[in-house]
């Protein structure tokens, strides 16, 4: 797996554990941000998500 699709995933799977722990999906959200910033991924996760949204635009614009 490449940064663009691993670290929104863990992130993703933070906040879905968060959210099964009993905690609203935007609590839920913001705890996996934290987490993020804590384990220091956070730049990681924000570089995967602009490269999913870059690649999105990209097919878009060529397809």
């Keep these: ?3 663009e699709t691993t670290y929104p995933a863990i992130a993703l799977e933070w906040a ?4 099964h722990d009993g905690y609203d999906p935007l609590d ?5 941000l934290q ?3 804590r384990e220091g991924l956070i730049l990681m ?3 995967g998500m602009v490269m999913q ?5 990209y097919q ?4």
């Design 28 to 32: 839920a959200a913001h705890l996996a």
């Design 60 to 63: 878009k614009v060529e397809g």
């Design 16 to 19: 879905f554990e968060y959210n």
């Design 1 to 3: 797996m490449t940064t």
């Design 53 to 57: 949204l870059y690649n999105a635009m």
């Design 35 to 37: 987490k993020c910033v």
């Design 45 to 47: 996760v924000l570089d």
